[in-house]
């Protein structure tokens, strides 16, 4: 079994679920962080006071799924959230020794 984790864009998201949902990917998390990278935060106005924020928000998936979908996950993952744009975002991929599921003990990739 492997992690994936990426950062992407948050406009990016529903493409990048209804991708990943076709494939029979059967849970994954996500929330919305904060970063900064080479893309620089632009310029916002908040009642009527232009600011320039500090940092660019982002959402962050987590999957952890079978060896077998780890090579589509990314490949939908990479079609669906790039842009051609600084910002795009990063893709990381962790081995997880096992899982369990809490409701009934299943264990491995049953418990997925």
Same mark, same amino acid.
């Given at each position: 079994m492997k992690k994936i984790?990426?950062?992407i864009r948050?406009? /990016?998201f529903d493409q990048i679920h209804a991708c @990943?949902?076709?494939l029979g990917v059967k849970f994954l998390t996500f929330y919305e962080v904060k970063g900064m990278g080479l893309e620089h935060a632009r310029q916002q106005t908040y009642r009527g006071v232009a600011y320039e924020p500090a940092y660019i928000? /982002?959402?962050k998936l987590e999957i952890v799924t @079978?060896?077998?979908l780890v090579d589509p996950v990314i490949k939908c993952i990479l079609t669906e959230g790039k842009t051609g744009e600084i910002g795009d975002g990063k893709?990381?991929?962790?081995d997880v020794l096992d899982a369990y599921r809490i409701r009934n003990t299943d264990t491995g990739e049953n418990a997925l």
């Open positions: 984790e990426a950062i948050t406009s /990016r @990943v949902a076709a928000p /982002r959402t @079978v060896e077998e893709i990381f991929v962790y």
